[in-house]
């Protein structure tokens, strides 16, 4: 229900743009957002964003990194600049979705894409 894209291997100091697509029999789509996993540590949550568009970020891509959506599309997105090699992890996505026919939300996950920076 969630696909997760444009993950690849990119420079240090350069720029990708993650998208987040959701399919199916969706009413509505609430709250999303992004983590990552990087090898030997923890889950870290990137970024998030609310139905109306309020965002919030970790510490360490605060100024780097900008979440966004479109309600029509209902796509998320994550644009990632300046990045370094802290920044290599798998990342997914995550979102809060109503589907037809069901009163309460379920929260689904991406596949996870890989984002590799490299020196």
């Known amino acids: 229900q969630l696909q997760a894209s444009g993950g690849g291997l990119v420079q240090d100091g350069g720029s990708l743009r993650l998208s987040c697509a959701a399919t199916?029999?969706?009413?509505?789509?609430?709250?999303m957002g992004w983590y990552r996993q990087a090898p030997g540590k923890q889950r870290e949550l990137v970024a998030t964003i609310g139905s109306e568009g309020t965002t919030d970020y970790a510490d360490s891509v605060k100024g780097r990194f900008t979440i966004s959506r479109d309600n029509a599309k209902k796509t998320m997105y994550l644009q990632m600049g300046s990045l370094t090699l802290e920044d290599t992890a798998v990342y997914f996505c995550?979102?809060?979705?109503?589907?037809?026919?069901?009163?309460?939300?379920?929260?689904?996950w991406g596949q996870g894409t890989q984002v590799t920076v490299s020196s």
């Open positions: 995550y979102a809060a979705i109503v589907n037809w026919g069901r009163k309460t939300e379920d929260v689904y």
């Open positions: 199916g029999n969706i009413f509505s789509v609430g709250y």
